[in-house]
């Protein structure tokens, strides 16, 4: 069973950045997809960025601002956000599949089967 465990959320203002993690257990997250999601409130859940081995995707709305890392020895994955907007606040999932594909080009509208419990951003103004 695989489990994922986020964290670096908080409060942060307009401009900062801020790094969460994904702390994966009971597997490699090699050649796996391994994506970011987040929903703010009274909002569906929309993808923020993906990524297996060469396959990066992310949202228009990323636009250069966030970058996703893998650090298979410590199998974690890392979502760097920059120049973070009140429009940025949600509670931020991590996510991965069963089994070993690439994020592909529905990523951010395909299932994933594993989901950790989110960790909250807020910008403020």
């Known amino acids: 069973q695989v489990q994922l465990v986020e964290s670096g959320g908080g409060l942060v203002q307009a401009g900062d950045s801020l790094m969460l993690s994904c702390a994966a257990s009971?597997?490699?997250?090699?050649?796996?997809?391994m994506g970011w999601f987040r929903q703010a409130p009274e909002k569906g859940r929309e993808g923020v960025i993906c990524i297996s081995g060469s396959d990066k995707r992310s949202a228009e709305f990323v636009d250069g601002r966030f970058t996703i890392s893998v650090d298979n020895a410590n199998n974690t994955v890392y979502l760097q956000m920059s120049s973070l907007k009140p429009d940025d606040t949600a509670v931020y999932t991590c996510a991965t599949d069963l089994i070993p594909q690439l994020c592909g080009s529905t990523w951010n509208v395909r299932s994933f089967d594993y989901w950790g419990q989110g960790t909250q951003v807020t910008v403020s103004l």
């Open positions: 009971g597997r490699t997250l090699s050649n796996y997809a």
